[in-house]
Structure formats: structure tokens, C-alpha cells
């Protein structure tokens, strides 16, 4: 960084941070939020999809769910290793909240964070059964991947670098459950269910992505942390998901 540019000018115009010890205080708190939000939408997640393995209709398709829940954990972890260097107690962290708890089916929670954790909304809701994990899935992957195309650009680099390594994972947790979804749909039960499933889940995966106008994302754009409003986001992912449903015969 120059001397003389103002730090907020030098993450604007692209510029790097690469330690705990070169970062500002105002930017620290921003970061860590960022890195909490997603650490806990993981563990919230994957803890959540783990109650849903044992209604997998076969062998393949538990092996598939068993996968996501354990490299969502993962993901977790390696980002909870960089938030260790900010003085985080990673070990405590993992554990501090119950990360299997939900709210009622018929909660209406918006976009606003419940609890204790920073878990994405969408995650404070219950799974119910293998059809509607699997169109939760279908859903939620797809806005991960959308999401984290827009969080490979943060300025902080080991982040930045830990979540290029994650995003083409999270991009084959959300093949998986498109090719499930395919078979669930190939008879009238399971459309009729998977129908009823996104009925429930598009509006609160859409919310997932925030209000649109956010103050706050003028604040993580001067720091680097965030590039592309939450609208732009939100209207990637429906063009994405919209294709998947019609091709599928479920929008």
C-alpha cells in the first residue's frame, strides 16, 4: 500500500491485506462478521442436513448427503483457522452454539438473524424429509455458489484464497442435489412434493441475500469486501434456479 493513499482507496482499487497485524480496526470487525456469517451458515447447515441422511431413499444418495455434511464441516473449519489468527478460541467456537436448532416450520423471519449465531436466516428453518432436503439443497446451492463467486474477490487474501479453494465444492454439493432432484421428479409423487418444497424455499433462500439498497454494502464495498450489491446477487441466482426448475417441470 502507498504511503500516502488512504487505506479505503487502496481496497477499492483492488488492493490486498494478508495479515491480522496490517488490517484497521473498523475493517477487523467488518471481516470478522463476513467470516462468522459464513463459518456459521456451514455448521448450521450441515448440521442441519445431517438429520436427514437416514431418510435417503439408497446407498448413493446417503453417500452423497454424507459428503456435503462433512466438507460443509470443512469449510467451516478452514475458515475458523483464519479467524483463530484474529485471537478467536476456534476450539469453543465449534461448539458454543446449537447449531441443529430450528424454528417452526411456519416461521416468517425475513432476512434477520436469529439467536445467538450468525447463521443465514434460511438456515434457522427444519428440514422436513429426504425430498425437501434435496430441493432445500438444490436451492441454497445454488445461492452458495452465487454468493461465493462474490466472496473469491474479498481484499483479505488468505480468505480470499480459502474460499476459491471451497467454491468448487460447494458448486458439486449443488450438482448433487440437481441430479437428485432429477430422479425425485421422474413420477407424479415426488413433483407434487418437490413442488410443494420450493413453494416453501424460494422466497427464504431469496432472502438470504439481504435487502436490496444495503447500507451496509457501501461500507464492505470501501473496504473490499463485498463488490456487487445485493440485487445483483439475488437476480444471478434466480436466472440460475428459474432455468433449473423449468427445465425440471417444477416452476
Given at each position: 500500500?502507498?504511503?500516502?493513499?488512504?487505506?479505503?482507496?487502496?481496497?477499492?482499487?483492488?488492493?490486498?491485506?494478508?495479515?491480522?497485524?496490517?488490517?484497521?480496526?473498523?475493517?477487523?470487525?467488518?471481516?470478522?462478521?463476513?467470516m462468522?456469517?459464513?463459518?456459521?451458515?456451514?455448521?448450521?447447515?450441515?448440521?442441519?442436513?445431517?438429520?436427514?441422511?437416514?431418510?435417503?431413499?439408497?446407498?448413493?444418495?446417503?453417500?452423497?448427503a454424507?459428503?456435503?455434511?462433512?466438507?460443509?464441516?470443512?469449510?467451516a473449519?478452514?475458515v475458523?483457522?483464519?479467524?483463530?489468527?484474529?485471537?478467536?478460541?476456534?476450539?469453543?467456537?465449534?461448539?458454543?452454539?446449537?447449531?441443529?436448532?430450528?424454528?417452526?416450520?411456519?416461521?416468517?423471519?425475513?432476512a434477520v438473524?436469529?439467536?445467538?449465531?450468525?447463521?443465514?436466516?434460511?438456515?434457522?428453518?427444519?428440514?422436513?424429509?429426504?425430498?425437501?432436503?434435496?430441493?432445500?439443497?438444490?436451492?441454497?446451492?445454488?445461492?452458495?455458489?452465487?454468493?461465493?463467486?462474490?466472496?473469491?474477490?474479498?481484499?483479505?487474501?488468505?480468505?480470499a484464497?480459502?474460499f476459491?479453494?471451497?467454491?468448487?465444492?460447494?458448486?458439486?454439493?449443488?450438482?448433487?442435489?440437481?441430479?437428485?432432484?432429477?430422479?425425485?421428479?421422474?413420477d407424479?409423487?415426488?413433483?407434487?412434493?418437490?413442488?410443494?418444497?420450493?413453494?416453501?424455499?424460494?422466497?427464504?433462500?431469496?432472502?438470504?441475500?439481504?435487502?436490496?439498497?444495503?447500507?451496509?454494502?457501501?461500507?464492505l464495498?470501501?473496504?473490499?469486501?463485498?463488490?456487487?450489491?445485493?440485487?445483483?446477487?439475488?437476480?444471478?441466482?434466480?436466472?440460475?434456479?428459474?432455468?433449473?426448475?423449468?427445465?425440471?417441470?417444477?416452476?
Amino acid at each position: 500500500m502507498s504511503e500516502t493513499m488512504p487505506i479505503e482507496q487502496y481496497l477499492q482499487e483492488g488492493g490486498m491485506l494478508s495479515s491480522p497485524d496490517n488490517v484497521p480496526p473498523r475493517y477487523r470487525g467488518e471481516l470478522l462478521r463476513l467470516m462468522a456469517s459464513f463459518v456459521d451458515s456451514e455448521l448450521a447447515g450441515s448440521a442441519g442436513f445431517a438429520d436427514i441422511i437416514n431418510d435417503a431413499p439408497g446407498i448413493q444418495e446417503r453417500i452423497s448427503a454424507a459428503r456435503i455434511v462433512l466438507e460443509k464441516t470443512d469449510h467451516a473449519g478452514q475458515v475458523l483457522k483464519i479467524m483463530e489468527t484474529f485471537g478467536v478460541d476456534g476450539e469453543r467456537y465449534a461448539v458454543h452454539h446449537p447449531w441443529a436448532a430450528r424454528l417452526a416450520r411456519d416461521a416468517d423471519i425475513g432476512a434477520v438473524r436469529q439467536g445467538g449465531d450468525m447463521r443465514l436466516s434460511v438456515f434457522h428453518y427444519p428440514l422436513e424429509g429426504w425430498v425437501d432436503a434435496v430441493v432445500m439443497n438444490v436451492l441454497m446451492g445454488a445461492a452458495s455458489v452465487v454468493q461465493l463467486k462474490e466472496l473469491v474477490r474479498v481484499s483479505y487474501q488468505p480468505l480470499a484464497e480459502t474460499f476459491r479453494a471451497i467454491l468448487p465444492r460447494e458448486r458439486r454439493h449443488a450438482e448433487l442435489g440437481t441430479a437428485g432432484l432429477g430422479r425425485i421428479v421422474a413420477d407424479d409423487e415426488g413433483r407434487a412434493k418437490a413442488r410443494a418444497s420450493v413453494a416453501y424455499w424460494y422466497p427464504r433462500v431469496a432472502a438470504s441475500f439481504g435487502h436490496a439498497g444495503s447500507a451496509r454494502f457501501e461500507t464492505l464495498s470501501r473496504f473490499g469486501l463485498r463488490h456487487q450489491p445485493n440485487e445483483t446477487l439475488l437476480a444471478e441466482w434466480r436466472a440460475d434456479v428459474d432455468a433449473q426448475l423449468s427445465a425440471l417441470g417444477l416452476n
